[in-house]
């Protein structure tokens, strides 16, 4: 028998009301999201409350911050799903454009959101002349907290599983994650997959925000501007990269003839959506990188 864990008494939502044919629920998947915001909030005014971490002053002040994280929201829940819409499921929301806007029946993208982030974080930046690279690292430094719980929260939907496996940390996740393993050997018992949520919430969220807070608070990376941005980009990049090789891909790109779910084929090897939008990432971090470095580092006023 498969050495595997049973997935535990876990329900999406934290509670649920209905009065009538009003009903509302509130989902550890929302709250991720708030909590991620909040801690983010809290460590970027931790930062520039200290004069000592700049060069000159800091970029924003407390007030720029309130709007801000408004801006942030907005940037994801938009981006989010129109990432979503496009990059996964845009033949269905082709045929049914009312249920675009209906977040709550679920359909989020990492990548949609991530780019809507840029996109308010350039705007926010231009409109309060703010040096773009200063405000980028603020909100990179700010990012993985907030990566990280969501996809503890993916782990608690039972959504975003992993592969097949027989590792003995295997999760056996209900509904299905356990009927749906091609080539399963029924003599293993029910299908264990890679808790790969949990993976991507160690990877993207602790390790990549310890090593960023390490930079910015303790080695002056913010005397650097671009530094934290693109450290940021190429940490996720990996790390999503990797992931991928144990998570299951979306069903829509999964066929008899191409269990993994590739997008990109080289060989008879590929890449899932999930890598090939992770590519650029990884040029831009890396490029991001070498362009701080090479910036002459700003002189603090005599």
């Not at 993916?154 to 295997?170: C, D, K, Q």
């Not at 069903?251 to 003839?257: E, L, P």
Request: include cysteine; hydrophobic fraction near 50%.
């Amino acid at each position: 028998m498969l050495l595997a864990i049973p997935f535990p008494a876990l329900s999406p939502e934290i509670f649920s009301i209905e009065i009538g044919s009003f009903s509302f629920a509130l989902r550890w998947y929302a709250v991720g999201y708030l909590i991620g915001i909040a801690i983010g909030w809290w460590i970027i005014a931790r930062a520039i409350a200290r004069s000592d971490l700049w060069t000159n002053d800091p970029p924003i002040t407390r007030a720029q911050l309130e709007d801000l994280a408004t801006w942030a929201i907005l940037g994801i829940v938009l981006g989010g799903r129109l990432g979503y819409v496009l990059f996964y499921e845009r033949a269905y929301f082709i045929e049914n454009p009312w249920d675009v806007p209906k977040v709550w029946t679920g359909g989020m993208s990492f990548h949609g959101g991530f780019l809507g982030v840029i996109l308010v974080t350039w705007v926010f930046a231009r409109r309060h002349n703010i040096k773009t690279a200063e405000l980028a690292d603020l909100m990179a430094i700010a990012a993985p907290i907030g990566i990280g719980l969501v996809r503890i929260t993916n782990f608690i939907n039972a959504e975003l599983w992993g592969r097949p496996t027989t590792v003995p940390w295997g999760v056996i996740f209900p509904g299905e994650a356990a009927q749906t393993c091609p080539g399963w050997d029924a003599a293993l018992g029910a299908c264990a997959r890679h808790p790969s949520q949990l993976y991507e919430a160690l990877l993207e969220g602790i390790v990549l925000g310890v090593v960023l807070l390490i930079l910015a608070f303790r080695h002056g990376w913010f005397k650097r501007p671009g530094m934290l941005t693109g450290m940021f980009f190429l940490g996720y990049g990996l790390a999503r990269f990797a992931v991928e090789f144990f998570r299951q891909a979306d069903a829509q790109f999964i066929t008899m003839d191409n269990p993994f779910g590739y997008v990109v084929h080289i060989g008879q090897w590929g890449l899932t959506m999930g890598q090939t939008l992770t590519l650029p990432m990884i040029a831009i971090g890396i490029g991001t990188l070498i362009w701080a470095s090479r910036r002459t580092p700003e002189k603090a006023p005599q």
